[in-house]
């Protein structure tokens, strides 16, 4: 069974940086691309970062630049770096793999 637990939200004020953390179980991650999603209050989920097996990378446009995606096969953890944060990036940040879904950490950018 595939478990993935994020960590790592809280409050922050606009220009700060957060590191989320996603912890997986239950599947070799060395085996499957792993992603961040995002979901504010009443809108719809959506992409944020993903890395490959093989280490390359993609961004959604408003976080380029501003967020990096990492992982540690050996520690079967997904990272995801947060700077210059902007209240727009509030939301429930979500780990996938396989198709699977973590719980969601809380992030709120505010002053």
């Known amino acids: 069974q595939v478990q993935l637990v994020e960590s790592g939200g809280g409050l922050v004020q606009p220009g700060g940086s957060l590191r989320l953390s996603c912890e997986a179980s239950?599947?070799?991650?060395?085996?499957?691309?792993m992603g961040w999603f995002r979901q504010a209050a009443g809108n719809e989920r959506e992409f944020v970062a993903v890395?490959?097996?093989?280490?390359?990378?993609d961004y959604a446009d408003s976080v380029e630049g501003r967020f990096a995606i990492s992982r540690d096969n050996g520690k079967k953890t997904l990272y995801l770096d947060m700077n210059s944060l902007k209240p727009e990036d509030t939301a429930v940040y979500y780990c996938?793999?396989?198709?699977?879904w973590g719980q969601g950490t809380q992030v709120t950018v505010s002053a």
């Open positions: 996938n793999a396989a198709n699977s």
């Open positions: 890395i490959s097996r093989l280490g390359s990378v």
């Open positions: 239950g599947l070799s991650v060395s085996n499957f691309a």
